[in-house]
Structure formats: C-alpha cells, structure tokens
C-alpha cells in the first residue's frame, strides 16, 4: 500500500470499530431489562458455558465448576413468590472441572401443554439462581451472570421465537447489574396456520386459536385488500381451538385477466383474527414456505388460478385469477 493511502486505511479501519462498538453497545441494550438479578448485595457469578431457549420453548443451560466442590446441583428460577426447580446433570471435563447441564421444555401457566415435564412459567421476569450441594452436605447459592454480548445475525432462523405449543415468549435477557434473567411473555391472540392443502378443486385450511377463548360459531372471512368489496365468509369445521375450512373461492372471482389479493381472517364475537403462521423462528417465511401456482376447477364450470402462500410477515394470503368463466345456462342463451 502506498503511503498516501495509508491514512485512508487506517481511518476506515478506526471507523469500523467504533461502528462495531456501538452496535454492540445497541444489542446489549436491547437485551436489558430495568430489573435488578442479583438483589441489593452483591453476588457470587457463574457465567453460563451455554445458554439459550431453543425451539421457542427449550431450555439449554451448561455452567462449569470445580469438580471437588459439587456432589449435586438444581437450577432455580424464581419469580415473586413461585419457584421451579431443574435438576443438573454432572458431567467431568478433562480439565478437572464439572460441567452442569440441563434440557427441559418449558411450559406456559395459561394453557395445557403436550410435554408433561419441565418447569411451568407465568408471564413476568425470572431470576436465576445455582443451587450447589458440596460432599459434605453444605449447600451453595450462586447468581447466574449474563452472556458477555450478544451478535447480530441474519441467519434464516430469528433469535426468538414464541412456543410452537403455547404461543407464549422465554427470551433470555440480563439485568443492569450484569445478572442473566429469563423473561415470559403471554401468547398473543391471533389464529394459527398450522397448515393448509392445494388441491385441484379447493383450498383447505388447518388453524387453531392462539391465546383467545373459543366463541362458536366464529366465521372464516376473506378481506380483498384495497377494495371495499364486502368480505367472502364462509363457516369452519371445530374441533375444540382447532378450525378447518375450505377458502370461497367461488365467492372470490369475477376479475378475470386481474388478479385479486385476498387476505383470510378469523372473526370471533365482535373481532376478527388474521390468519397467519407467527408460531415459527423462520425470518423469512415467503421465502421458506414456497407454494405453486395453481389451476382449480370451481364447482360452477369455471377455471381460476389460485396462488395461497404465507406472506413476508407470516400473514396466509390467497391471490387468485379467473382463467375461464362459468358456462352460461340455455336459459341465459335463450
């Protein structure tokens, strides 16, 4: 490099950390909550090897010891005045520490889950805390100390998402005091795309209800976008939270050559639900849920090309053509 570059590169390359260190700086803030982990005194810190919420509701924890000092180990997450307890498996490392692990599922107190073990949670800030039994019988109670810094990724999956079963939210964050903390956040009330099938003379729609009573009957209804054009409903099928429908498709054409956009709702009482797939950690679900094009045989003779796919914010959409119209009657020749 010639020296009248040189200063060119060393100012970009100065530029760059102080870019990366604000960046940093933003993250950590992000992930800090205003609560204080570690109480009013000060605390002895163990920092996690690994810790994170996988699958929206997984919980992994890893945290190295001397092996001298542990016969058995819980992990203990407290909130007020309710407490669970998670045992820790030991495993001995080469280097004559002891490893404490832990994989559970975790479960939300607003609804039913289908694992029948793991710690049940309610929405609210959960500290943790290292319960250390030493061979002797005398018991140690360490804080656990938040990650040193959390990346910026733009992988295809997010670093949250909510609990595939419940709907509701385990994000791992730290305190102001530097204290790790596992916050939980109810499920919010949408209906679920579970899935949906395209065939050649109909689209069916497989949902459930995700946080919000059930309230019979609870109408299906397809909303064009930009349109006054009332809205297309039609009357699922219910199996407890659990709803199954075919689109309208015959109320949904009339444009032919002009596509028409169709976003599909779920109207419960006096308010509807949008239909969308939210329960995932996919960041781009257009992208990962590709559907084909599709020529459907309507029951009234006609053809249309419908194209149902999930929509960039996890919305599920049904864009939707005429190809050939009804044949008309001998009366209407007539």
């Known amino acids: 490099m010639s020296d009248s570059l040189l200063p060119y590169a060393v100012g970009a390359a100065k530029r760059a950390r102080q870019v990366a260190v604000r960046m940093r700086r933003r993250v950590e803030q992000l992930h800090t909550v ?88 309610s929405s609210g800030l959960w500290r943790l805390e290292v319960v250390i039994t030493k061979p002797g019988g005398q018991t140690q109670r360490v804080k656990v100390a938040a990650a040193s810094g959390h990346e910026i990724s733009d992988g295809p999956t997010l670093p949250h998402s909510p609990s595939p079963t419940s709907g509701a939210l385990f994000r791992i964050v ?76 015959d109320g949904m054409g009339g444009a032919r050559g002009t596509a028409r956009t169709w976003d599909l709702y779920l109207r419960m009482g006096t308010g509807r639900l949008r239909i969308a797939r939210k329960l995932t950690d996919v960041r781009h679900p257009r992208q990962v849920y590709r559907t084909p094009f599709r020529i459907i045989a309507l029951d009234n003779g006609s053809l249309m090309r419908v194209h149902a796919y999930v929509a960039a914010a996890g919305a599920f959409v049904v864009s939707c053509v005429d190809v050939i119209d009804a044949p008309r009657s001998t009366e209407e020749v007539a």
């Open 34 to 121: 205003p609560a204080i982990g570690g109480g009013l005194r000060p605390h002895a810190m163990l920092r996690p090897v690994h810790f994170s919420v996988s699958s929206g509701r997984t919980l992994n924890f890893a945290v190295a010891v001397p092996a001298p000092q542990v016969a058995s180990a819980v992990l203990v997450l407290s909130h007020r005045t309710s407490r669970e307890q998670i045992p820790l498996e030991l495993e001995p490392q080469a280097d004559g520490t002891v490893l404490l692990t832990a994989t559970t599922s975790l479960r939300h107190s607003g609804r039913s889950e289908t694992a029948r073990r793991g710690p049940v949670l």
């Open 174 to 249: 730290r305190s102001m005091d530097g204290f790790a903390l596992l916050k939980v956040r109810d499920p919010r009330p949408h209906a679920e795309l579970t899935s949906f099938d395209l065939r050649w003379d109909r689209v069916t729609v497989h949902g459930r209800l995700i946080g919000a009573p059930v309230e019979a009957p609870g109408q299906a209804e397809a909303v064009m976008r930009r349109s006054n054009h009332p809205p297309v409903s039609v009357t699922p099928e219910w199996q407890g939270d659990r709803f199954t429908f075919d689109v309208p498709l």
